[in-house]
């Protein structure tokens, strides 16, 4: 079955970078949205970032754009989201999401996925 499973989590000081992983499995892969969420400590999850298996557009929420990249490995079913110059609002949870089909405009921030992973934590202080 459909399994998601990320990592690259960790506890950083403001400034730094990481690089979180998804490791996608049980299913072809070919065209697929797949999306980044976090739940930042008290708050509801929000869409981060999420882009369409066959590439090559991307989608950011908009508070986001500059220090987020979403890339995908086709080779080897990995998604990939890069944070850079990380601060303490970064803290949260990330979740990693997967659904049949290629992501839309106005689709791809909505809880819509049918899977997800059981996420991986970043912790940034200051």
């Known amino acids: 079955q459909v399994q998601l499973v990320e990592s690259g989590g960790d506890s950083v000081q403001a400034g730094g970078s990481l690089r979180l992983s998804c490791q996608a499995t049980?299913?072809?892969?070919?065209?697929?949205?797949m999306g980044w969420f976090r739940r930042p400590p008290g708050k509801v999850r929000e869409a981060v970032a999420a882009?369409?298996?066959?590439?090559?557009?991307?989608y950011y929420a908009d508070d986001l754009k500059g220090r987020f990249t979403i890339s995908y490995d086709s080779a080897k079913h990995t998604l990939f989201l890069q944070i850079d110059n990380l601060n303490p609002e970064d803290t949260a949870k990330y979740f990693c999401?997967?659904?049949?089909?290629?992501?839309?405009?106005?689709?791809?921030?909505?809880?819509?996925?049918?899977?997800w992973g059981q996420g991986t934590q970043v912790t940034v202080s200051s």
């Open positions: 049980g299913a072809t892969w070919s065209r697929y949205c």
């Open positions: 882009m369409s298996t066959r590439g090559p557009e991307t």
């Open positions: 999401a997967a659904e049949v089909g290629d992501c839309d405009t106005y689709g791809w921030a909505s809880e819509r996925y049918l899977h």
